[in-house]
């Protein structure tokens, strides 16, 4: 039973670009959770999604970052015209429906030059 | 909002010697979760609990709902027990301790 899986593991990308980054949530999880580690510092909830819902965009920055979880395919958290302080590590987790327990992947980490 | 308080934030220990790591927050919760960070980046779930007492090896867990307080203790611990430590609450997304960093020497 594969864990989470979160691609690519690392991304570079120039200012201005745009970056992409995926997450596999557990087989039969239904729920995708991102956070965001920036250097040096802890970690941070970003966006909480269940299939093609997001339940909760609290700790997502208001402009150029949005996530999606549809009904087939990976969960995508989407970064436009990136700028360096966007560099960090990117984590999804999953979890199950009813539980608490959450699962993490191995993170993304993003270098913006 | 939830504020995690962990303590101390740096500890460096001896092998063998018992480790303590302390977690508080500042209002209620469902659950607590204990996370371990190794140096390579890659985060794994060690405990959730919202009651009492939890213990799997040498790893032990404990929560007072009340005092609003948890703590982590490592027994007999060892260098490859080296990493971050880190607690978080529950609420849909995890509100998490700025973490405790360990260093177990030989």
């Known amino acids: 039973n594969a864990g989470v899986m979160q691609n690519p593991r690392h991304l570079v990308r120039r200012r201005g670009q745009e970056a992409r980054l995926r997450c596999s949530p557990m087989?039969?999880?239904?729920?995708v959770y991102w956070y965001r580690q920036l250097p040096e510092e802890g970690l941070k909830f970003m966006v909480y999604?269940?299939?093609?819902?997001?339940?909760?965009e609290s700790g997502m920055p208001k402009e150029r970052f949005s996530a999606e979880f549809p009904k087939e395919g990976p969960s995508i958290l989407r970064i436009q015209q990136v700028v360096r302080g966007d560099s960090a590590a990117y984590f999804c987790?999953?979890?199950?429906?009813?539980?608490?327990?959450?699962?993490f992947g191995p993170g993304t980490r993003l270098t913006v030059l | 909002k939830n504020e995690v308080e962990q303590s101390p934030q740096n500890l460096t220990a001896q092998e063998g010697e018992f480790i303590t790591i302390n977690c508080s927050y500042s209002?209620?919760?469902?659950?607590l979760h204990w996370l371990q960070q190794h140096p390579g980046g890659g985060i794994v779930s060690l405990f959730m609990?919202?009651?009492g007492k939890k213990k799997h090896g040498r790893l032990i867990a404990t929560i007072n709902i009340q005092e609003k307080h948890s703590s982590l203790h490592i027994t007999a611990s060892h260098p490859r027990d080296s990493a971050v430590y880190i607690c978080?609450?529950?609420?849909?997304?995890?509100?998490f301790g700025k973490g405790t960093h360990l260093i177990i020497q030989p």
């Open positions: 978080a609450t529950s609420g849909g997304g995890l509100t």
């Open positions: 987790a999953s979890s199950g429906q009813g539980t608490d327990t959450q699962y």
């Open positions: 999604l269940q299939k093609e819902n997001i339940i909760d």
């Open positions: 609990l919202s009651s």
């Open positions: 087989k039969g999880h239904s729920h």
């Open positions: 209002v209620g919760i469902s659950a």
